[in-house]
């Protein structure tokens, strides 16, 4: 026996009434199709079938897609009417399916009670399937677990598939179940094909892969590059004049690739543990190459990086004052940085260039910090008796923390939202960092660790100690305090 077929009650005036009842209908079929879902006691009588139904359960199954692309990619996407089609789309498969079975079993209900059963039960499956990529970050150690639970959700949604296709089969059909099995294998079948006849777009993109987001400006055009001029001569212009007989210390932070947003997130945190507890508030510059910051922050280039160290360079008393440079990017075995802002062509960074650009601006004692992989080959090109480097990896290594869903490498967190935060002493909060990357690497089991590096001059050991003490004495107890995650971060390399 089929479920309620009969003519919704006609309306009598009171639209409240009509609403009242379609809702407390809505309400049921929900209720029907957890049920069914769960392989739980499940009639026909439990559900009611009508259009109004049926387009009820189209646009709360929509609903929920769109609260479950948000929980993947909201937080660093962006909103996108290409979900409506791909919502069009798969409802005209089911109906489709529904249309092709109802023919082929000689039984016309089939055409509206099996899309209503469907829709009725699969938001459970959908919130299921989301919810351990919203709650939880894949590491190498969970790669298994996580192509187990693939496998299991689609073993799920056919067995579901078969049994509401079983629910809308009249109880005398012959052979209900192989046909079941076969109504079954129709209806999960658009998981395989469907991609490659139509796009499958959800409600909520990440930043594509070569960092275009239609929210922003293009880095190309006419306002930018209006903007970025008037962003980079008020940032130098913005830095506070040396003070005679103290070292001060000047930070310069350099997110060179814009396709993931980590970087831009590392040297903002970095800033704010120097400004705060290192005291280089106003004498602070960021360059960040990156969609959101395009008409406020200057971009990481190596000619913006060039004005910049020349700019602090004429500003400080070299003899006395400290600069250190903070690099987070995209490395190569090559030891050269990535440095992208698409579409525009940018020249990557690499040690030697680097040192060229240190070289030129005249600075003398230098700190330089740089989170990627393979950063450790920057050592040999930089190292002085003056000069402090402080890498990520070996030159033989990757690290690990990028990605979009990632709020800091773990070397940049290590480093500075931990260890510069919470220490007195530079190389004692390399060492802190060091140990603390290897327990994140080695709980995530990543593997080969990444090895963090470093090199320090003669002349600079005994100019950090100088540095040490003024920051001590400077600092009236305050602190930055960054919370400890729970889990480890995400696992890609740099």
């Known amino acids: ?21 379609h809702a407390a209908n809505f309400v049921r079929n929900l209720v029907g199709g957890v049920r069914l879902a769960l392989f739980m006691r499940v009639s026909p009588l439990g559900f009611r079938v009508d259009l109004v139904q049926l387009l009820l359960l189209l646009i709360f199954s929509a609903l929920v897609d769109v609260g479950t692309d948000f929980a993947r990619y909201g937080a660093e996407g962006y909103f996108t009417w ?10 005209g498969l089911l109906l489709l399916t529904a249309a092709v079975l109802a023919l082929a079993f000689s039984q016309r209900e089939i055409l509206l009670a099996l899309p209503v059963y469907v829709l009725a039960g699969f938001p459970l499956l959908q919130i299921v399937r989301i919810a351990p990529s919203a709650l939880l970050v894949p590491t190498p150690a969970t790669e298994v677990a996580w192509t187990g639970f693939d496998a299991l959700m689609i073993v799920w949604v056919f067995a579901f598939s078969v049994r509401c296709v079983a629910l809308a089969l009249s109880e005398g059909q012959p052979a209900r179940w192989m046909r079941a099995l076969v109504g079954g294998l129709l209806l999960v079948a658009p998981m395989w094909y469907a991609p490659s006849i139509a796009p499958n777009d959800g409600w909520w993109k990440e930043t594509a892969a070569d960092g275009a987001d239609p929210r922003y400006p293009n880095p190309a055009s006419e306002p930018v590059l209006a903007a970025q001029a008037r962003v980079l001569d008020e940032a130098l212009s913005a830095l506070e004049e040396e003070r005679p007989n103290v070292t001060d210390l000047y930070f310069v932070g350099f997110a060179g690739d814009a396709r993931e947003d980590v970087f831009r997130k590392d040297v903002v945190a970095a800033q704010k543990v120097m400004d705060d507890r290192w005291g280089t508030n106003g004498r602070s510059v960021l360059l960040i190459n990156n969609p959101r910051t395009l008409l406020e922050t200057p971009e990481a280039t190596v000619t913006n990086l060039r004005e910049t160290l020349n700019e602090i360079g004429a500003t400080i008393d070299k003899d006395e004052d400290v600069v250190m440079v903070y690099l987070a990017s995209h490395g190569s075995r090559s030891h050269v940085l990535e440095v992208s802002l698409p579409p525009l062509e940018l020249a990557p960074l690499s040690a030697s260039t680097l040192r060229g650009l240190l070289d030129g601006s005249g600075i003398r004692w230098r700190i330089i910090v740089v989170s990627a992989c393979y950063s450790g080959g920057f050592i040999d090109a930089l190292k002085d008796e003056n000069t402090l480097v402080l890498t990520a990896s070996a030159s033989d290594r990757t690290s690990f923390g990028c990605g979009n869903r990632s709020d800091s490498t773990f070397f940049g967190e290590a480093m500075f939202q931990q260890g510069l935060a919470q220490s007195d002493s530079m190389l004692a909060a390399f060492e802190s960092a060091k140990e603390r990357v290897a327990v994140r690497e080695k709980a995530g089991k990543f593997k080969p660790s990444s090895d963090p590096q470093m090199y320090i001059g003669s002349a600079m050991a005994e100019k950090l100690k100088e540095l040490d003490r003024g920051n001590a004495a400077r600092r009236t107890g305050r602190s930055v305090k960054f919370p400890l995650p729970t889990l480890p971060s995400v696992g890609n390399t740099i």
């Open 1 to 21: 026996m089929m479920g309620d077929h009969r003519m919704e009650p006609k309306a009598d005036g009171e639209g409240p009434l009509i609403l009242r009842h």
């Open 82 to 91: 290409f979900g409506l089609g791909t919502e069009i789309f798969g409802a």
